[in-house]
């Protein structure tokens, strides 16, 4: 299945050790290649961070799939002869009396990406980028479980490290937005400090991400949630008259995000499109319905409906004005700190194409997409009380409030 791949500190990782990759990999949330056979597992970089006990090594894996596909992973691995119990669930394989692991899962492992983004430069394919401010280290990294993408690391309470793991060629947005956002003195987004780039076959590719971490804060998926609990269980109650009415928060999330909106136009500039930009985009829509028909059956007696709807917008002649946007906006990018809402995680939709977005395009689709949200919020819930179909009426309220909240907040930041 695999073959043994030299790597940049002269000593290639056995055969036997990308075999057990191979087996491993499709259990983890964030690898995308679930439901196709892999073929092999190649070594495509492997860079020694630092020696001893653990020797943690980055590492990129190049995965090849019996259907012909392949894509590259981030994979830092750890070599330890001596594994803690709390370890033990980790071991990838053990080979030649060592365990080897993901580096991520160990604070003796991880913490030692800190320490290069702290100090930066360049070690072999890597290149470690800082911000220019000054950061602590020596502090231990735990590893945050909620994700499925990618993987964060927590320093002390302090920092917050996104290691990307499925890559793609090209500078992820997640650090360009954020890092230009920084320049125009953004306040609506966490701090960010630094950020790591491998170079592969003569492509760059970011690896990581680091910012600063609000420990104190509340995700806003969170705070929505509880606040329709609140309303459900005061049944005989609208969504004004309940202790938890979360209008208020939407109408700030609202101010955010027009902000941000501003901000962004003020970091990247915009651009205008015309006809022939719509027609596109009304057909990748056509595309993606398609690819939900395919999947979802029941959509498909709606999918005319749908479908005139995008040939509508592909006979609009009209000229739109785009920016770089979020791209993936709703309840869970949002959080609660002690000084107000800020956005995360402009990585956009982790299933388009890297160049696809880092398009430009219309404010509005972060506008639709929270608002979306606020749906999702209310009736995500509805399945808990079953047996209490009146409360659909009370969804259908509070997302009907807070969506004007929203725009509100929204239309007077714009």
């Known amino acids: ?102 580096a991520l899962l160990d604070p003796d492992a991880s913490c030692v990406f800190l320490e290069r983004l702290a100090s930066g430069g360049d070690i072999g394919a890597l290149s470690f980028g800082s911000t220019g401010i000054p950061m602590q280290t020596g502090l231990p990294g735990h590893m945050l479980t909620a994700e499925q993408s990618n993987t964060s690391v927590v320093f002390g309470d302090e920092y917050i490290l996104k290691v990307f793991r499925r890559l793609a060629s090209g500078v992820n947005p997640d650090v360009e937005i954020n890092v230009g956002l920084a320049r125009v003195n953004s306040t609506n987004v966490p701090q960010p400090l630094g950020w790591l780039q491998a170079t592969v076959a003569g492509e760059q590719f970011t690896t990581g991400f680091l910012q600063e971490f609000l420990r104190t804060a509340a995700d806003g998926w969170t705070m929505a949630t509880t606040s329709v609990r609140d309303l459900y269980a005061e049944a005989d109650l609208h969504a004004d008259e309940v202790g938890g009415d979360f209008a208020g928060e939407a109408t700030r999330i609202g101010a955010m995000t027009g902000a941000v909106h501003a901000e962004l136009r003020e970091a990247f500039g915009t651009e205008t499109r015309g006809s022939d930009h719509l027609r596109m985009v009304a057909g990748r829509m056509r595309a993606r319905l398609d690819e939900a028909c395919a999947a979802v059956p029941e959509l498909v007696p709606s999918a005319a409906r749908i479908s005139a709807l995008y040939d509508r917008l592909a006979r609009e002649v009209l000229e739109l004005h785009v920016q770089r946007i979020h791209g993936d906006y709703h309840l869970g990018q949002v959080l609660r700190s ?6 995360l995680d402009f990585e956009g939709e982790p299933a388009r194409a890297l160049a696809e977005r880092r398009e430009m395009d219309t404010a509005l689709r972060d506008v639709a997409g929270m608002l979306r ?19 659909a009426y009370r969804a259908e309220e509070w997302s009907s409030r807070n969506r004007d909240a929203f725009c509100e907040g929204y239309g007077e930041a714009t």
């Open 1 to 102: 299945m695999s073959e043994t791949s030299a790597h940049a500190g002269g000593t290639p990782i056995p055969a036997e050790v990308l075999d057990a990759i191979a087996q491993w990999l499709p259990e983890r949330r964030w690898f995308g290649g679930k439901g196709r056979p892999i073929d092999a597992v190649t070594v495509a970089l492997d860079e020694p961070l630092s020696t001893g006990d653990p020797a943690v090594h980055d590492v990129i894996l190049s995965v090849a799939y019996v259907d012909g596909g392949h894509d590259l992973y981030h994979v830092p691995l750890a070599w330890r002869t001596d594994v803690p119990e709390r370890l033990e669930s980790a071991v990838i394989t053990r080979i030649g009396g060592r365990a080897v692991y993901d």
């Open 338 to 343: 002690h000084a107000g809402w800020v956005a």
């Open 373 to 391: 949200s606020f749906d999702y919020a209310a009736r995500s819930l509805l399945q808990e009380w079953e047996n209490q179909p009146h409360l």
